[in-house]
């Protein structure tokens, strides 16, 4: 039993070891990364991020952020916890871990009328 | 939202300017504060909030552990914290300070390092909340606030030296601020915006407050069925501003009073210095300093029977809120201006009493008394109520008002007139160094 796990031990590592194959990409390539994104009057920078599964995005409420702002989640991929920031200005900032894959698309309580929204699509 | 977009770049905004719902429809509207949350039944308990000696050392901590209904005691003392009220499990709660001496009762939000703390106090999706007695100050975002509520009453509080709005309420219904005060803060002193229109309105009242040293004494964006009585407004940039604005829903602010107040010196220009730290926002130019009253765009207003005095720039105006992408509510209509007092019996001279462009319909001026100076300076679009129909559009008048918000130094158009002494009060102008 202990030469049939060593084998496929092994069998695993050499898995892990190969080079991926052409137009799919590994797990490796794919690390969870950290953005930031400008939340200012009246908008989001960017407005719209693709991103790797478990990447931490930060606002950051920039110095043109006069006003007040939030950033709530109105949908999300399923089994993902809806949330909304607590209204800020310049200097405030807020971080997110986004660990379910899908589209996730925010907005500015105050000023959505004003087309403050943006979009996070979460790849695998 | 208070700022107006720059009015040199009018025509180019006029010209790109897209239908307001040409870019919406993708997501559900904000949450409307719609039918009044349950009453809870109880049993209903206080909980203490001291320094020492108490079970709870922080405001917060008493909160989290507060039921709907339940009332939370705060003691003598400086609180260094951000208090949130989050959600109908906290409905009906109230959050008592000294209602009889707020300075002693601090919410101080003020942080060293890291991310500052926004708000003293955040209300938000939990109707008929009392928040009474405190002092906030220090705050990045704003003093007290109310999202998305069904009643609410701001009592006994005092908002100084924030970043942006002292006494707030957004998207909410059926508010009460009352004999409170809010100073130096980077926006307006009190907020009251977003109001969604209602089939059988529940009026707000704001009442015996105090606002001064603000960038501007109270806001009004998109606000409906407030009426401000009984206040005082001075030593602000401008005064009280219902406005009209795209950045927020259910534009433009409608049926509002405003009625015996005291409105005068609003001739801060803090551009010159102030206690706060100016903000410039990234989309425009603040409203012109100088002013008592300006309403920038609006429907139904009432301005009656306040004592408006010592204004620089003007008294009383009204505005086309030219730059909103919603036509439909740009113009003033049906908004009346009257039995109110300029200039302190010729003691205090505004400026300019009222300014009028003359656009809408149904507007209406006076009798008012003590107006000496007008723009446009024949009066001719100054219609005296009441009055029905297509007011007389002066387009040179309102250029030259649009203009004012433009002067680089704040100060350009300003007709100077020495101040009656007022005891108990010193004109504001530039903050001392």
């Not at chain 2, 429809?25 to 909030?49: C, D, E, I, M, W």
């Not at chain 2, 601090?106 to 002092?135: E, H, L, W, Y």
């Not at chain 2, 009055?387 to 007709?415: K, M, R, S, V």
Request: proline share 6%; charged share 20%; hydrophobic share 35%.
């Amino acid at each position: 039993v202990t030469r049939l796990v060593a084998l496929v031990l092994a069998g695993a590592a050499v898995f892990a070891a190969a080079p991926a194959v052409a137009g799919v990409s590994s797990p490796a390539a794919r690390k969870p990364q950290k953005k930031t994104v400008d939340v200012a009057d009246n908008y989001y920078s960017p407005k719209k991020l693709t991103v790797n599964l478990r990447s931490r995005i930060t606002w950051r409420w920039t110095d043109e952020a006069a006003d007040v702002h939030d950033v709530k989640l109105v949908s999300g991929p399923k089994g993902f916890k809806k949330f909304q920031t607590e209204p800020g200005s310049a200097g405030f900032t807020y971080a997110k871990t986004l660990t379910k894959p899908g589209t996730y698309k925010f907005i500015c309580t105050f000023h959505e009328e004003d087309n403050m929204r943006m979009t996070v699509v979460v790849r695998h | 939202m208070t700022r107006i977009r720059n009015v040199v770049g009018i025509a180019v905004v006029a010209a790109m300017a897209v239908p307001a719902g040409a870019a919406a429809g993708q997501y559900p509207p904000p949450s409307n504060p719609g039918a009044v949350q349950k009453a809870p039944k109880g049993p209903f308990h206080t909980l203490t909030v001291c320094k020492k000696g108490c079970k709870y050392r922080t405001i917060q901590s008493a909160v989290d552990k507060a039921k709907a209904g339940d009332t939370v005691k705060v003691k003598s003392g400086t609180y260094r914290e951000g208090v949130s009220i989050i959600g109908s499990k906290k409905r009906y709660l109230k959050l008592v300070g000294n209602p009889k001496a707020p300075s002693k009762v601090i919410i101080d939000s003020a942080r060293g390092k890291g991310t500052p703390r926004q708000n003293c106090v955040a209300v938000r999706d939990a109707d008929q909340v009392t928040i009474n007695g405190f002092t906030a100050r220090h705050y990045n975002g704003n003093g007290f606030f109310v999202l998305n509520a069904n009643g609410y009453k701001l009592t006994h509080l005092n908002a100084t030296l924030g970043g942006v709005y002292g006494i707030y309420a957004f998207n909410s219904i059926g508010g009460e601020m009352s004999d409170s005060q809010a100073s130096y803060n980077n926006d307006a002193g009190f907020y009251i915006g977003q109001t969604p229109p209602q089939t059988k309105p529940k009026r707000s009242l704001v009442t015996r407050v105090r606002s001064f040293g603000n960038v501007l004494g109270f806001s009004g964006t998109n606000m409906r069925y407030v009426t401000i009585t009984k206040s005082q407004w001075f030593n602000n940039g401008t005064g009280i501003v219902p406005n009209a604005l795209d950045s927020e829903k259910y534009a433009p602010p409608e049926d509002n009073v405003i009625t015996d107040n005291d409105i005068f010196w609003n001739n801060f220009n803090y551009y010159a210095g102030a206690p706060f730290k100016l903000r410039k926002s990234s989309v425009g130019v603040p409203f012109p300093v100088g002013v008592g009253v300006l309403l920038f765009g609006g429907r139904r207003t009432e301005v009656s029977a306040n004592r408006v005095y010592g204004n620089y720039l003007a008294g009383a105006g009204a505005l086309k809120q030219i730059l909103l992408k919603q036509a439909d509510a740009a113009d003033l209509v049906g908004n009346k201006v009257h039995d109110n007092a300029f200039g302190l019996g010729g003691a205090d001279l505004n400026g300019r009493d009222l300014v009028y462009d003359g656009s809408g319909s149904d507007n209406c001026f006076g009798p008012n008394t003590g107006v000496a100076v007008t723009l446009p300076a024949n009066g001719s679009t100054l219609a005296p109520c009441p009055f029905a129909g297509a007011n007389a559009f002066e387009g040179p008048a309102q250029l030259e008002a649009l203009g004012w918000a433009g002067d680089a130094t704040h100060e350009a158009n300003w007709i100077k007139h020495p101040h009656a002494p007022k005891a108990g009060f010193t004109p504001l102008e530039h903050y001392p160094k």
